[in-house]
């Protein structure tokens, strides 16, 4: 619910994102508040210039549980291979591993932007 202040749109077909009663706050469900899980991935979307305050947002976060966060930011690579998201985590003090992977699509029609 941290994160819940700076607005964030959350992945509406991500799975965690299914067990929130309220996706305005990221409020989950009370029955799995002590649950154990493997993996959570929380996957949400801002604007490039907000990323330096949503990193800040999980360092402090980070203090307050007892588990590992893991952080990865993408974006689409621009015409000149650039990669948007890298001078705004820079900008939070972090070091970018620009590893990743490239989604080609084959089950969906090809993307045009107009």
């Known amino acids: ?22 996706q305005e706050t990221g409020k989950m469900r009370e029955d799995i508040l002590n ?9 949400m979307k801002t604007r490039l210039e907000r990323i330096p305050e ?11 549980v007892d588990t590992v966060i893991s ?7 621009l015409a000149d291979g650039t990669i948007p998201h890298e001078e705004w985590v820079r900008k939070a003090g972090y070091k970018l591993s620009p590893n990743g992977k490239t989604n080609i699509g084959l089950g969906r029609p090809l993307f045009r932007e107009d």
């Open 35 to 43: 649950e154990k899980v493997l993996s959570a991935i929380i996957e």
């Open 71 to 77: 952080v990865g930011v993408a974006s689409r690579c």
């Open 54 to 64: 949503f990193l800040q947002a999980l360092e402090k976060i980070q203090k307050e």
């Open 1 to 22: 619910m941290a994160l819940s202040k700076l607005k964030p749109h959350f992945e509406k077909e991500n799975p965690v994102t299914q067990l929130m009663v309220d």
